[in-house]
């Protein structure tokens, strides 16, 4: 009974257009206080604070700043050129290009906001002048930005190695092949609308002199994230240390290699990711609260029981698994939603001797879904904006992209070996 007054409460003030953060304290300071709990109100400030404390999440506004550095900075523009030089004369090349740009962008920005407005501004203009439509466009794009949440310099990732303990090395690598196949089921349904459509047939492949040029180009932005990535798997620096490397790194190719950023740029960039990342510290801080009061009421332990009732086996957990975190992604942004449902499912995965790097990978890639679908979708108002889209024009577009990526998120999770076996072979060399 408990457990659907926390949540109850939680969804109608949410719902209700009440900032999350207040929605949270709003539900943990109401229950203690309606039930006439004898838990101090210090303990709900304490629990706060606790919730933003640890060390690792100091690089959650450095990867934040990053993103912004690198949408600003020149290096999606170069990452796009590379791509249409690559792929831009197959069938549906620019649909593709903008899948590939969306796929190494996400690789050295971390984030689907970032992701889907860097690629966005660049891909959709050239889209809409092939004879694309708004909401084709649109659609793509914001399906396309969620990739980033998959690769290896994913904020979801970093936040959720801090709750389950795993190693942020081996699950930045656990995403990596889920992202790729994830990106070549929307280049199937790009080369499909090409041809459909005939808006994009293709045409000839590049020469290797301009292939050549294009890479030499783009070299040291695709350098970023194996540079990254090799620091922390190798552990010669921390995730938190990655992230400082990364600012500094994104800063020097930005300003100093391809020149495209002035210092009067930094004070905007560092108040937009200071406003974005204070944003999400609150809400964590928030959250932390809400899990303690769960924690200490045994919330979690009725769930699970209630969980372990209906779901006797692990296939159907993991069907409740997609499925609870897709509607709970609906209305809630994925970083708020990834530190409300973890705690409650990563005992539950641990009773079903699930890995869980695997669960992790599983959460992050359900929750990418909900970043493009209405009411919240978060890269949906963006690309919706960039391409001046209305969300009807988009739907119309979105249900087949959707299909493609639900249909990889259930293979994901029901074939584990696809985001366990590149850490193991990594760790094995």
Same mark, same amino acid.
Request: charged share 5%; glycine share 10%.
């Given at each position: 009974?408990?457990?659907?007054? $926390? ?25 203690? @206080? ?26 959650? *506004? ?23 030089? %690559?792929?831009?004369? %197959? ?11 969306? %796929?190494l ?6 984030s689907a ?8 501004s ?33 904020? *979801?990732?970093?936040? &959720?190695?801090? @709750?389950?303990?795993?190693s ?9 092949? *889920? ?11 790009c ?8 808006v ?48 500094? &790194? ?33 809400? @964590? ?7 303690w ?12 029981? =209630? ?7 692990? =296939? ?25 449902? +973890? ?14 790097v ?10 990418? $879904?909900? %970043? &493009? ?7 949906l ?17 979105l =249900? ?10 259930? $293979? $994901? ?9 590149? *850490?193991? =072979?990594? +760790?094995?060399?």
């Amino acid at each position: 009974m408990l457990s659907l007054v $926390i949540f109850g409460t939680f969804f109608v003030l949410a719902l209700a257009g009440v900032p999350l953060m207040v929605s949270l304290l709003a539900t943990t300071m109401g229950v203690v @206080i309606g039930y006439g709990m004898q838990y101090p109100l210090e303990s709900v400030f304490l629990s706060f604070i606790g919730g933003v404390e640890p060390f690792i999440l100091i690089a959650v *506004p450095l990867f934040v700043f990053t993103g912004e550095l690198l949408a600003q900075g020149g290096v999606g523009k170069r990452i796009v050129e590379f791509a249409n030089v %690559l792929f831009g004369w %197959l069938p549906g090349g620019l649909g593709v290009v903008t899948v590939v740009s969306c %796929l190494l962008f996400g690789g050295v920005s971390g984030s689907a906001i970032a992701d889907t407005a860097a690629i966005g501004s660049l891909v959709i203009p050239a889209m809409l002048a092939k004879g694309y439509s708004r909401g084709f466009a649109a659609a793509l794009v914001a399906v396309a930005g969620t990739l980033a949440l998959l690769m290896p310099l994913s904020i *979801p990732f970093l936040v &959720y190695a801090f @709750i389950s303990g795993v190693s942020m090395r081996t699950l930045s690598m656990a995403g990596l092949l *889920p992202a790729i196949i994830s990106a070549l089921a929307l280049v199937a349904v790009c080369m499909w609308h090409g041809r459909k459509t005939g808006v994009d047939p293709g045409g000839k492949p590049q020469s290797l002199i301009v292939i050549a040029k294009a890479a030499y180009s783009a070299g040291p932005a695709l350098l970023m994230p194996i540079f990254i990535v090799g620091g922390i798997w190798s552990g010669y620096f921390t995730p938190t240390e990655a992230a400082a490397v990364a600012v500094v &790194y994104g800063l020097l190719i930005s300003m100093f290699l391809y020149r495209d950023m002035s210092w009067r740029q930094i004070p905007g960039l560092l108040l937009k990711a200071f406003m974005t990342s204070a944003t999400v510290m609150l809400v @964590i801080g928030a959250t932390g609260a809400l899990a303690w009061l769960i924690t200490a009421e045994g919330v979690a332990q009725q769930l699970a029981d =209630w969980v372990s009732s209906v779901a006797h086996v692990k =296939w159907v957990f993991l069907l409740m698994l997609n499925v609870s975190l897709v509607l709970l992604g609906i209305f809630i942004e994925p970083l708020p939603a990834l530190l409300m449902a +973890a705690p409650l499912f990563i005992p539950l995965a641990m009773a079903f001797k699930m890995d869980l790097v695997h669960m992790g990978v599983i959460m992050t890639a359900n929750l990418a $879904i909900a %970043l &493009y679908t209405p009411p919240v979708g978060g890269t949906l108002f963006v690309a919706a904006k960039l391409a001046n889209a209305t969300i009807g024009e988009i739907t119309k577009h979105l =249900w087949l992209m959707m299909a493609a990526t639900f249909g990889m998120v259930l $293979i $994901i999770t029901y074939v584990p070996g696809l985001t366990t076996w590149f *850490p193991r =072979w990594l +760790a094995g060399l």
